[in-house]
């Protein structure tokens, strides 16, 4: 099993480069190639979810990506620090506030683009932050001769 493991400052300009080193092992790892796109695009999403958490809640830890390459499927984890008790509740100190509403909705979106892009995802959260699972097949590669 390989892992590739990045950790990012918690700032939007940084979720592009994410997106592409996961596409990249994503590649390498055997996913086929009609599912980059989706790749990119879940990779995108958990991280901008996990980049807007923080941000809301004032958290200074960075967003951590890990890409694990297993025998028969690749998977991509997107951790933050953000406490919750629960997908989509709202962080720390944004109850009754404006954007703490907007910042919920924007959460529940997010994750219902990534469950319409992957069949296999998982996402769980508690007061240590939350974490996002997603993985796809791979086809094993071809044997050289």
């Known amino acids: 099993m390989a892992t590739v493991e990045l950790r990012f400052s918690a700032l939007p300009e940084h979720v592009r480069t994410?997106?592409?080193?996961?596409?990249?092992?994503?590649?390498?790892?055997?996913?086929?190639?009609?599912?980059?796109?989706?790749?990119?695009?879940?990779?995108?999403?958990?991280c901008t979810r996990a980049v807007g958490?923080?941000?809301?809640?004032?958290?200074?830890?960075?967003?951590?990506?890990?890409?694990?390459?297993?025998?028969?499927?690749?998977?991509?984890?997107?951790?933050?620090?953000?406490?919750?008790?629960?997908?989509?509740?709202?962080?720390?100190?944004?109850?009754g506030q404006g954007e703490g509403l907007e910042a919920e909705g924007e959460d529940e979106m997010g994750l219902a683009v990534i469950s319409g892009l992957v069949d296999d995802v998982e996402v769980t959260a508690g007061e240590s932050g939350g974490l996002i699972r997603m993985s796809w097949p791979t086809t094993p590669a071809p044997l050289l001769s």
Do not use: N, Y
Request: glycine fraction near 10%.
């Open 53 to 95: 958490l923080h941000q809301a809640g004032g958290v200074t830890a960075p967003v951590r990506v890990a890409l694990i390459e297993d025998e028969k499927q690749f998977s991509i984890e997107v951790g933050d620090e953000a406490p919750r008790s629960a997908p989509g509740d709202r962080a720390p100190g944004t109850a």
């Open 18 to 46: 994410a997106r592409l080193v996961a596409a990249a092992v994503a590649r390498r790892a055997g996913v086929d190639e009609a599912v980059l796109d989706e790749v990119r695009l879940a990779v995108g999403e958990a």
